[in-house]
Structures are given as structure tokens and as C-alpha cells.
């Protein structure tokens, strides 16, 4: 069974780093783009940052030179570094990706469970 698993998040102080990471398991034949989201309580889900299966990258203004995404295509996993966090960076943070799961070359859009980032201000 093809599926996303996040790992890495947690309780840490303003000003702390936290990395996540996203596992992309089962059988996989590629991996296309990729981004992390997040979800604040009361708030809509908004897109953090992506990278595409050439390695491009775009950020949320907000998070541009405090966090980087970045991607291992050999251990099928994406990874998002957070320094400098900010309490309004407390959301459940979810990965996204695009995942070639069958021959035919088609992609199909899979989000893993989430994962909770707590910044204690």
C-alpha cells in the first residue's frame, strides 16, 4: 500500500529547528513534486513549500530563509528544515507529493497524516 508517512515534529522554543521528514512507502516508480503544508487551528491549510521533481523550489513568504525543503530520491523521502521557528509557526504541518505508482507513467496526489509543530513563544 502506497502512502506518506511524516516524521520530526514536536515541542520546541521560539527560535529552535525542527527537520521533518516524509517517507513515501510501497511500491513507487517516481516521485514528482512535492510540497509541505500546514494548518493552523481555525485556519485554512496553506502551502509552505515545494519542490518539483527537478529540484525547483518556492516558499511562503513568511517561511523564505528560515526553512528549506529538499528531497532524496534514493530513500524516497522529502525533508523540510525549520530554523528560527516562530510560534506562528505552531499548525500541523502535512506532506504532499505526486507519486508514480504504476508503469503507466501516471501520477496520482497522495497527503500523508500529519504532523503536529508546537513553538512555545
Known amino acids: 500500500q502506497v502512502r506518506l508517512v511524516e516524521s520530526g515534529g514536536g515541542l520546541v522554543q521560539a527560535g529552535g529547528s525542527l527537520r521533518l521528514s516524509c517517507f513515501a512507502s510501497g511500491r513507487i516508480f517516481s516521485i514528482g513534486a512535492c510540497g509541505w503544508y500546514r494548518q493552523a487551528p481555525g485556519k485554512q491549510r496553506e502551502l509552505v513549500a515545494l519542490?518539483?521533481?527537478?529540484?525547483?523550489?518556492n516558499y511562503e513568504d513568511s517561511v523564505k530563509g528560515r526553512f528549506t525543503i529538499s528531497r532524496d530520491n534514493a530513500k524516497n523521502t522529502v525533508y523540510l528544515q525549520m530554523n528560527s521557528l516562530k510560534a506562528e509557526d505552531t499548525a500541523v504541518y502535512y506532506c504532499?507529493?505526486?507519486?508514480?505508482?504504476?508503469?503507466?507513467?501516471?501520477?496520482?496526489?497522495?497527503w500523508g497524516q500529519g504532523t503536529q509543530v508546537t513553538v512555545s513563544s
Open positions: 504532499n507529493a505526486d507519486l508514480q505508482v504504476g508503469p503507466s507513467g501516471k501520477n496520482v496526489n497522495y
Open positions: 519542490i518539483t521533481d527537478g529540484g525547483s523550489t
